[in-house]
């Protein structure tokens, strides 16, 4: 009997030495080229909702039920991430003598689960301020942007693609509302 026992306890062992390191995952950082904004953009910190302070990977299961990846992560917090994407498109200003800071917060960055497979699911809300205005004081500009973005798969490779996609296309939503400022 005790023989079963120590065989029991080495297979349950075993199960526990043998599971699956973490995959990380990161955005695309390289530029797209694409975006050129009227002026510089400088990022302050962009904050994570609560939901998406983890470094797992969102998944939006229904409208009112979450879960993540249980092995795939972040390589970085996630509003590092995101601001070094649309850092890196709006990079390119065609005017260096203006300037605006943006802050803001991450509400949705996720993949969702529908019905035809899974898509990118972004949601910012951004404040955009002079240099040398206090955050007490009102945004010269403020928006909330969101966009889905489809996915060809529900992997998390293919949500790290797609949401890297989504924010080429929000960088040039911000830049065509810059100029209008």
């Known amino acids: 009997m005790k023989r079963v026992w120590v065989l029991l306890g080495l297979v349950a062992f075993s ?4 599971a699956k390191p973490p995959r990380y995952y990161t955005l695309d950082m390289r530029p797209s080229g694409t975006v050129a ?23 939006k299961k ?4 979450i879960e993540y990846y249980a092995l795939d992560r972040w390589a970085a917090d996630l509003g590092e991430l995101v601001l070094e994407k ?8 065609r005017d260096l003598s203006k ?8 509400l949705s960055f996720e ?52 949401l890297s996609q989504g924010l080429v296309r929000l960088a040039a939503e911000i830049a065509t509302d810059l100029e209008r400022l």
């Open 62 to 65: 229904s409208p009112t039920e």
């Open 111 to 162: 993949q969702v689960d529908i019905s035809s497979g899974a898509e990118a699911h972004i949601k910012l809300a951004l404040d955009f301020r002079a240099p040398n205005a206090s955050r007490h004081q009102a945004p010269a500009f403020a928006k909330v942007y969101e966009l889905n973005t489809p996915m060809s798969s529900a992997t998390p490779a293919d949500a790290s693609l797609a």
């Open 99 to 106: 300037t605006l800071v943006v802050s803001g917060t991450i």
């Open 15 to 18: 199960g526990c030495v043998t």
């Open 37 to 59: 904004p009227p002026c510089k953009v400088v990022f302050e910190r962009l904050a994570p909702a609560e939901s998406l302070a983890r470094r797992e990977i969102l998944i």
């Open 86 to 93: 649309l850092a890196s498109e709006l990079a390119k200003p």
